[in-house]
C-alpha cells in the first residue's frame, strides 16, 4: 500500500451541497436503510422458522436477503454519515475496501439471480426430476460457488487498484467508492484496470445474464404448451418476482460499468438503483407476489400472538 502515501484521502461529493436538502436526504436514506434491514430480516426469520418454505427456492430468497442486508450496508451507512458530515472524505484504503465490497456483492446478487433462474427452470420444465436436480449439496454448492468467483473477481480489481498512484486531492463525483470512479484520480497508466474491469464485467455478467435468458427461454417455451390455464397462471406467478428483480438489477449494473465515467447525474442513479433501491425492493417483490411467503408471515405473526398473549396472561 506504499503507493498510496501520496494522497490520504478523497472527497466523496455525495448527492447534494445543500444543507437543507442534505437533511432531507439523511432523513430519507435513514428510513430506507430501516426498511431494508427490517424486509430483508424478515424473509429471513420467516424462511429459517417456517418449515413450509425448507426448499431450494427458499434457500436461495434467504441467501439473496443476507446479500441484500450486507449489500445496502455497505453503502447507506456512508451515505448518512457524509450527508450530516462537514467534510465528506474517506480514506484511500477505506475507499478501496468499499469498492471490493460493492463489485464483490454486486457479482454474487448477479450469479444468484442467475442460480435461482435455474431452479425456476428445474421446478417447471423438469418436475419430476426437480429433487434430483436441486438436491442439498448442490444447492450450497451453487451458492459457495456464487460467493467465490464473485470476490475472486473483485480481488483481482482490488489488487490491480492498490497499485495505482492517486496523486492528485481528488474528488469522486458519487455517494460511494466504485472502481469506475477511482481511475480518473489516478496519476498512473490505469489502462490495464480499466481493461481488466471492463473484461472481467463483461464475461461475469454476460454469462450470468445468458443463464437467465436461457432459463426463461425454456421456462416460457414450457408454459406456452401447458394445456391447463391454471398451471399457466401459478408458473408465470411463480416467475414474475424473479424477472422484476432482474430486470431491475442488471439494467442498472450494465448501464453504470459500461458507460463513461463523467460524474453524470445518471451515473448516480444507476448505482442508487442496484445498491440502495433493489436492497430495498427485494423482500416486498417477493413477499407481495407470493402466497406461500404471505401465509408463512401469517402464520408466524398469529405464533407471535398467541406467545404475547401468554406472556401477558402470565404478567397478570
Avoid at 442460480?115 to 429433487?131: F, K, T
Avoid at 481528488?170 to 481511475?183: D, V
Avoid at 463483461?202 to 406456452?224: M, N, P, R
Wanted: neutral net charge; glycine residues 6%; aromatic residues 12%.
Amino acid at each position: 500500500m506504499g503507493n498510496l502515501s501520496a494522497v490520504s484521502e478523497f472527497i466523496l461529493l455525495g448527492l447534494s451541497d445543500d444543507a437543507e436538502l442534505q437533511a432531507v436526504l439523511f432523513v430519507v436514506f435513514l428510513v430506507v436503510y430501516v426498511l431494508t434491514l427490517m424486509g430483508n430480516l424478515t424473509i429471513l426469520l420467516v424462511i429459517m422458522v417456517d418449515s413450509h418454505l425448507h426448499s431450494p427456492m427458499y434457500f436461495f430468497l434467504g441467501h439473496l436477503s443476507f446479500l441484500d442486508l450486507s449489500y445496502s450496508s455497505v453503502s447507506v451507512p456512508k451515505v448518512m454519515e457524509n450527508l450530516i458530515s462537514q467534510t465528506k472524505t474517506i480514506p484511500v484504503k477505506g475507499c478501496l475496501v468499499q469498492a471490493f465490497f460493492v463489485f464483490a456483492m454486486g457479482g454474487t446478487e448477479a450469479l444468484l439471480l442467475a442460480v435461482m433462474a435455474y431452479d425456476r427452470y428445474a421446478a417447471i420444465c423438469h418436475p419430476l426430476l426437480y429433487g434430483q436436480m436441486m438436491n442439498n449439496w448442490f444447492c450450497e454448492g451453487l451458492v459457495w460457488g456464487s460467493w467465490g468467483l464473485a470476490i475472486m473477481n473483485s480481488l483481482l480489481n482490488t489488487l490491480l487498484a492498490v497499485n495505482l498512484d492517486f496523486c492528485v486531492y481528488g474528488t469522486i463525483h458519487n455517494y460511494n467508492c466504485e472502481f469506475p470512479s477511482l481511475f480518473p484520480l489516478s496519476c498512473s497508466d490505469v489502462s490495464t484496470n480499466a481493461a481488466v474491469l471492463l473484461w472481467s464485467f463483461v464475461i461475469h455478467g454476460s454469462a450470468t445474464f445468458l443463464l437467465v435468458l436461457a432459463s426463461y427461454g425454456c421456462i416460457f417455451s414450457t408454459i406456452l404448451s401447458m394445456r391447463s390455464t391454471t398451471g399457466r397462471s401459478k408458473a408465470f406467478s411463480t416467475c414474475s418476482s424473479h424477472l422484476t428483480v432482474v430486470v431491475l438489477y442488471f439494467g442498472s449494473a450494465c448501464l453504470r460499468y459500461v458507460m463513461p465515467t463523467l460524474g453524470s447525474p445518471m451515473e448516480i442513479f444507476f448505482s442508487l438503483q442496484y445498491t440502495v433501491i433493489t436492497p430495498l425492493l427485494n423482500p416486498f417483490i417477493y413477499s407481495l407476489k407470493n402466497k406461500e411467503v404471505k401465509a408463512a408471515m401469517r402464520r408466524m405473526l398469529g405464533k407471535c400472538c398467541q406467545h404475547l398473549s401468554k406472556f401477558i396472561k402470565v404478567t397478570e
